[in-house]
């Protein structure tokens, strides 16, 4: 019975997971343009891009382990 929907889970989470990446990509960019228009070096802006950058290379890894195909 919970067999038979394994395709539609898996499917259903892999949306979420494209989802999740396309967020976290934006996010990645967003944080690259604030590092460059400071004139200052801030660490803590340095912080937020890295996060930003593991979190995003993280779930694109998950992606590819997954084998789902980004659009």
Known sequence: MFFRNKGKLKREFDEKLVNLIKETK????QAKVIEE???????EILAQRKAAESIHFYLFKEA???RVLIK
């Open 37 to 43: 228009l400071l004139n200052d070096y801030d660490l």
């Open 26 to 29: 934006e996010d990645l960019q």
């Open 64 to 66: 590819r382990i997954r």
